[in-house]
């Protein structure tokens, strides 16, 4: 076992032929490194700034970036926008991350199923997987998020709610081409159950191309968040999220435009990174990139 | 071609069907349901609320309400606008010009711009503008259009001064060069996410026709690199971007509404967030309801305009 493991290189996942090209791919590093970065700035800075987020300071209104010690200027309360942004991502990663577990989490349920058991079962399924996708994804999580109460896990909720189709599309595409190998064949000519053979057996060999969906799926979450929050049905004040402090700057653009600028930037930022991950997975875990 | 047809209009009507259960578990998950812009009114009582939703039969079983309503649906009464009483469709239609015409100048733009770049990011691999346009196209994807949409009123607008930065037309001023002003700018925002999808797909299109046997005939005959561009790659690849364009519709939607807020343009995205805010659900159910259906309508068309373009789709 040993022998055959260390011969195909692939015995530890450090130096399997994976995470070699993993590692190979440039964009993807670049995009690890400022997702480290930007997670670090958003845990331990607010500790090392002087301000509180929530800190306001009436004289100190639309100081611009690099008055003081307020590095990145203040907000029409007067409130650091430096401290407001590293508050502000906590939320905004915090949600992209949950909505991506939960949306590939009912994604890969769904595509699981439907690719295995196929039938009208599978068909119905994969229906109303384009009947999700027919809807343009904002009308439906702001009808949704008007709706029911708003709040962080809600709004979690629905943006999960709004993309879980891709990852289904990919899982159910995967399953079906493994459902026939022999593997499956023989766990069926074992007895195994279904259930097991679904997620034990034709699971684990599919788990590439899920976590690329999966990485894909954060940039995707982040973005709703910036979009719902901006429109003013996302997170709501006093809780800060990039997208919230965006809503409202566009009457200030002209005399504080860095209001509209710096919480964009990290948006901007941390999406890239995480479409660049994406990227690189799906070269190192060799997807191609039309699947259906 | 016949059967083709008819597979393909099924497989739209059953879309439809699913859409529209969607659609009223939406409906009934606004609280009040139905009800919902009664319950605003003070001058309601529970009593009469009851007596309302005896008459409007809310209180048979959900499979006879939501038959009951698709029907209507079906029928062209998709209900009326409680901010002015005028029916939902004729609320859309009025909105609807200006979403067509800002999603339609931002497709041409796409289109245009995302062919040259797909085209010759496939003929100059892994060259240095390849490579740029790759890079280039994720970080387009990235960026919030809303933002883009700020940074360029920003530049264009408040410095600069090129540009309007928002409006669909000068009021007093309804020329057609007037209009064309007001568009540039948010059609570029609204593009932008779109040369990325779109160049990415024409450079994989193009890869794969250049690789054909056929490119290969035209090389053996002596025809002009130029020449066999324009007149056997070109057309062959951007065959299925036609199934793309329709595809992209959802998201062209959906950054339509987002460029539409930003540059208070008239349209049906603005529309669906006025309504939001009076909570007057029955216009925005009906533009859920719509823009689910022009989707599913344009994928049925763009399908049927590949199929006679390209008989080889037809047969398989």
Redesign the interface.
Known sequence: MTAIAAKSGQDRWWNSRTTHRFLGHHLALLGMVMIVCLTLACVLGPHLLPYDSLYIDLRARFSPPLTGYHYLGTDPLGRDVAARLFMAGRTSLLVGFSAMLLSTLIGTFVGVIAGYRGGWIGTILMRTVDGFLSFPSIFLVLALAAALKPGPIMITVVIAASSWMEVARIVEAEVRSLREREFVQAGRMLGLSGTHIMFREILPNAIGPIIVAATLTVARAILMEAYISFLGYGIQPPLPSWGNMLNGAQQYLNSAPWLAIIPGAAITIAVTSFNFIGDGLRDAFDVRADHS | MRGFLINRLCQSL??LL??S??GFV?LN???GGPLAQFGLDPSMTQDDLNRLKEQLGLNRPLWMQYLDWAWRLVQGDWGHSFRDGASVLDVIGRHLFATLLLMGSSTIIAIAIGTWIGIRGATHRYSVFDYLAT?GA??A???????FG??G??VFS?QLGWLPAGNMYTIGDGSALNYMHHLILPSIVLALVHVAIWSRYMR?ATLDVISQEFVKTARAKGLSERRILMKHVVGNALLPMITLAGMQL??V??GA??TE??FTWPGMGRL??DS?GY?DYPV??G??MF??IL??LC?LITDIVVAIIDPRIRLS
Do not use: K, Q
């Open positions: 059953v879309l699913i859409v259960v969607i939406v998950l606004i609280p890079v994720m970080v994807l990235s960026i919030p259009t809303f933002w700020l940074v009123i920003y408040l994989s959802p998201s939607l959906t509404l987002v807020t930003v669906f967030l939001l909570s925005v159910m533009l859920l823009s689910a989707v599913v994928n």
